[in-house]
């Protein structure tokens, strides 16, 4: 068992307090969003209390201080993921990282010839899967219903798996874009993302990874990916809320349309007209998140000081043990891979005869924080013809007291409801 | 442990066996209402006897999905109002709202109108289940306007 050392969580000022009547807080909803290290909330601070102006204007020295140390941020989070610093786009977060995207592709219809790639109409197709977060398909319904276009999706197997059985027909000739999640924040399924860029590659489709739940849990080189463009929050990877990042490929920026326009992403400016920065600034309009920026770089700091793949072992640890100690309770249903295997620590479950928001109450009592609802991927909810899961998400802070505590808490609920 | 006092017996009763579930016919208005948070539904009919001001609550028959706040306070909904003037029935409904938007505090709700929902005070302590007590509500208010609408 490889499991990161207990003084780690010593680092999550918050993991310390109490909840609901002096219970001790067990957090189990990383998935949602993460607790912050000392490291991140002190490098906001510092911010805040020695250099705070507007980075990229004005010539005095804090903001020169301010650029710095913004564009410091983008290189830690680029060596992060293996890319360099021009390729890192900064957004809200994951999903404007892809409305970007999907904005820009519409845009694409009245820029100039170098945005040819990007023009999507109708005919063409957009593909995505069954297992998105909502993130990662409303945005590509919304340019389907903009442009004419016609999305289609993989499915769902049984075991919580993309069926990959239609890939050369789903994605074909027509296709523009494949967009799919690189670890469903529902189902923990790590899809064969490789398997399907290959394709999409291989009839000329661009490949958008919705990197949300995978960046902050596993070792991520863009290099490795096959990929063109991944997008992920902060806030789920220890850093701060406001702060996301788009991924793409150097040459794609470079001629991909902007989405939000105005200050700071301009070249020249006349009443009639205007011409953009080269990228990453061209998708940067107003004055960026800066503290936040600054917090995520920090974020990625304390990661890669840790080890991604110690992490990624941790996170895996705790997984298993949790398929074992929710999967031996009479009534629990998984619901997703049923093994450690291409799966992260996302695992939902279903309580027979308990409903989710029920079960989670009573978790809730006990001081275990868990999410109940259909997790912002109401498709997969259907797809299994159930209204709602529990579920519970690791991250590097968590033990096996934590699993221990759900388990118990689960069937505490149904001593409490009486179906057990 | 603050769950007994969420949980009434009262609650967990009607949640085991639910009082004039299922759609049944005639009805004048029906009204689906969802919690997009959780997924909750429910789909609601009313039917009134007679019409405008002086109509009355014959039936409330509902078809709903979700946790057992939502589903008993369905339940109790449908006891309370049933047989009562519509006018009436309003009352009830703007009592109960006022009990679930009281957060906990003391604002003596009157036990003579609410009888069973009088159960549903410890859910207003929890901001996140308030929206499953008032799912049923909402939508027979809903399902009504749409009703008084057709007769008159």
Request: charged share 25%; net charge negative.
């Given at each position: 068992m490889t499991l990161l050392p207990e003084e780690l969580k010593k680092d999550f000022p918050l993991l310390q307090r109490t909840v609901r009547d002096g219970r001790q807080l067990v957090y189990l909803d990383s998935g949602a969003t993460s607790q912050k290290p000392l490291r991140v909330l002190d490098a906001e601070r510092e911010f805040y209390e020695r250099y705070n102006a507007a980075p990229h204007r004005g010539a005095h020295q804090l903001a020169e201080e301010a650029t710095e140390a913004y564009e410091n941020a983008r290189a830690s989070i680029a060596r992060f993921i293996g890319a360099s610093p021009g390729e890192i786009v900064f957004t809200k977060n994951a999903t404007e990282g892809i409305n970007l995207v999907a904005y820009a592709m519409s845009n694409a219809a009245t820029a100039g010839a170098e945005a040819e790639r990007f023009r999507v109409g109708p005919g063409d197709e957009v593909v995505v899967t069954e297992m998105e977060h909502h993130a990662n398909l409303v945005p590509w319904q919304e340019l389907c219903r903009r442009t004419g276009a016609t999305l289609r999706w993989f499915g769902i197997t049984?075991?919580?798996?993309?069926?990959?059985?239609?890939l050369d027909t789903l994605v074909?000739?027509?296709?523009?874009i494949v967009a799919l999640t690189?670890?469903?924040?529902?189902?923990?399924t790590v899809p064969p993302t490789k398997a399907i860029a290959a394709r999409a590659h291989a009839v000329g489709a661009l490949v958008l990874l919705d990197a949300a739940q995978s960046v902050p849990h596993q070792p991520v080189d863009v290099g490795e990916l096959d990929a063109d463009f991944l997008a992920f929050s902060g806030h789920k990877m220890l850093g701060p809320t406001g702060i996301g990042v788009l991924w793409g490929r150097r040459e794609l920026l470079e001629t991909m349309p902007p989405f939000i326009t105005g200050g700071s992403m301009i070249e020249t400016v006349h009443m009639e007209s205007t011409t953009f920065m080269p990228p990453p600034q061209r998708f940067e309009a107003g004055v960026p998140m800066t503290a936040q920026a600054i917090g995520l770089g920090a974020a990625c700091d304390y990661l890669a000081d840790i080890g991604m793949d110690r992490v990624h072992e941790h996170e895996r640890t705790l997984t298993g043990y949790s398929l074992e100690r929710l999967g031996e309770i009479p009534g629990v249903r998984i619901i997703g891979p049923g093994t450690t295997e291409a799966r992260g620590g996302a695992v939902a479950f279903t309580v027979e005869d308990i409903h989710p928001h029920d079960v989670g109450q009573v978790l809730d009592d006990l001081g275990v924080e868990v999410r109940v609802g259909h997790h912002c991927a109401w498709p997969i909810c259907r797809r299994f013809g159930i209204p709602a899961t529990t579920r519970a998400t690791f991250y590097l802070y968590n033990n096996l007291a934590d699993v221990d505590a759900l388990a118990d808490g689960v069937r505490q609920a149904q001593k409490f409801f009486g179906t057990a | 442990m603050q769950l007994e006092a969420m949980y009434q017996e009262v609650i967990l009763d009607h949640y085991r066996n639910p009082h004039h579930k299922g759609l049944r016919e005639p009805y004048e208005g029906e009204a689906h209402h969802v919690?997009?948070?959780?997924g909750d539904e429910v789909t609601l009919r009313v039917h009134l006897d007679g019409?405008?001001?002086?109509?009355?609550?014959?039936d409330v028959s509902y078809d709903a999905m979700g946790c057992s706040i939502s589903q008993a306070s369905a339940s109790v909904m449908a006891d309370l109002i049933i047989g009562k003037p519509v006018k009436e029935a309003m009352a009830v409904g703007e009592e109960f709202l006022a009990l679930m938007q009281s957060r906990g505090q003391d604002i003596a709700p009157d036990e003579d109108v609410l009888e069973d929902a009088?159960?549903?005070?410890?859910?207003?302590?929890y901001p996140a289940r308030i929206k499953c007590a008032l799912l049923a509500w909402m939508a027979w208010k809903d399902a009504t306007a749409r009703a008084l609408g057709e007769a008159s």
């Open positions: 049984d075991d919580g798996r993309l069926d990959l059985a239609d074909n000739e027509r296709t523009k690189h670890q469903s924040n529902v189902l923990g | 919690n997009p948070t959780c019409s405008g001001q002086d109509a009355t609550v014959a009088i159960a549903f005070a410890g859910v207003s302590k």
